[in-house]
């Protein structure tokens, strides 16, 4: 473990190249490169994440599983993937994103390809919980990488571009995994992807890089000529904050991080609600083909890819940096759209896909601010525990989407799945509220707490 812990550390820094032009033309090439790099990384983490919500239906007629038992393999993932993603977010921190990300994707290709040869409910269990436990290891890293690799004033319009790799890759895989389920098996449907998330892995290694100055270049505030968000910027080598560091002073204490994580957790019932139920909810209530129902849900993905790169871009240059009141708009917006779609009749296809399109602008936008809120919260050392912590009480809102809304609909139908939704929406829109009138009073203060320096890793 020591030697797998240490194959993982943070590459060393590179003395600064004094040339402004090179160091424009290392910046313009490393900062297009990283980003497509994590875009499309990420994307396939979809892949193996979402392939079982699509072979669900498959997977239920040929084993004869009942929807408590679907819910509950999607629960064991939601389970584990949240409590990964904060040890995960602790120690992205303090590794190379660059093979941490890589191993990450190639791991959930491997346990996809061992549930994709199983029949037993608990060897489903084991593999798909291993699963979600290395699935976390994918959004610590590409966070890490956008807090230094973009500044501030910029950071949420590319944090939103990049987020919207969540929404490539899910819509993608229901098409890609119902295709290959209704020409071959939903075992096929899940090897396909698993295939392609260990090439991309592969890649990745290729593609990714560490920090600016692991290049030799210099903090991305200095390049930007903005002012630094944490001391280690200035400095000439590896500066990590401690474990006890990152945990208790920049994370666990700080009033902001737990109000994000739990408008996070509510954000996470009603995606993965949508997300894991809504394909069941058009092919069994309201009668709609398999393959167009397949087609509700990506879009579903595309409002998404809409609705992050909207709330980025407003937060940056409407609201001035200000994440709240994108978040606040959206959760309102959540709540009329719900209702929207609940009180639907049969029959409305088209109609049925413009309302998820709409709940899946309205649910990405505060999904992928909530995160960057967190992550610029703390010390920049500290972001990708920050936003693991978030995701982890996420995640434990994506668990109750799983078997607890699977237990719902066996006993009362898809009322209470619609309720929950309603619920989840309308309690995000109260949390934030308050802090709407506080937007321009909170700031990274919390971040400049008594923290210091570990031992710095030596040069190469």
Known sequence: MTSFLSFLKPAPYQPLIKDQTVINQDYRHWRFRILYSLFFGYAIFYFTRKSYTFIM?????????SYTQLGFLSSILYITYGISKFLSGVQADRSNPRYFMAIGLMMTGVFNILFAFSSSLWLFALFWGLNGWFQAWGWPACCKQLNYWYAKSERGLWYGICSTSHNLGGALIPILAVYLALQFNWRVAMLVPAGISIIMGLIL?????????TLGLPSVEIYRKEKTECESDSLTEHSLLSVKDILFKQVLTNKLVWIMSISYFFVY???IAVNDWI????TEEKSVDAYLASWAVSAFEIGGFVGMIIAGWSSDYIWKGNRVPSMVICALGMVFSTLGLWYLPAHYVYLDLVLLALIGAFVFGPQMIVGLAAAEFVDKRAVSASNGFTGTIGYFGAACAGMPIGFMIDEWGW???????????LV???????????????NMQSARLNTSPEVKPKEA
């Open 428 to 442: 995000i829109f109260l949390i934030l509220l308050p802090l709407w009138s506080a937007g321009g009073k909170y």
């Open 205 to 213: 290694i290729e593609r990714l890089r560490d920090v600016p100055r």
């Open 279 to 282: 394909f069941m909810y058009l």
């Open 57 to 65: 239906p498959y997977l239920a007629q040929d084993l004869n599983l």
């Open 415 to 425: 009322n209470g799945f619609f309720l929950t939704m309603l619920a989840s929406s």
């Open 269 to 271: 019932v009603v995606r």
